[in-house]
């Protein structure tokens, strides 16, 4: 059986990979968001749905840009993971 401290170190190891991981797709998101909304203030366009579409495609797009990089931390961590087991 795992001693607390481990069971709480793979815990910790774990939150900060899904930090990391999904870090650039939601800063990604964030700044098309922001570029969307301050066009939407100069252009008063205040149409609710203009930013979901964009936020998505550009999200999706780092997604598929960064995904080696995301499985490589994945399989790191996985392959750490069972060194523990």
Do not use: N
Not at 33 to 62: C, D, H, N, R, W
Request: no cysteine; glycine share 4%.
């Amino acid at each position: 059986m795992y001693a607390d401290e481990t069971l709480l170190d793979m815990v910790r190891q774990a939150l900060w990979l899904a930090v990391v991981v999904s870090a650039p797709i939601l800063g990604a998101g964030v700044l098309v968001g922001l570029l969307i909304s301050i066009f939407q203030s100069v252009t008063s366009i205040q149409e609710q749905t203009l930013t979901f579409v964009p936020k998505i495609l550009v999200m999706i797009g780092v997604s598929i840009a960064l995904m080696a990089w995301i499985v490589d931390r994945l399989v790191a961590f996985t392959s750490q993971m069972m060194t523990f087991v």
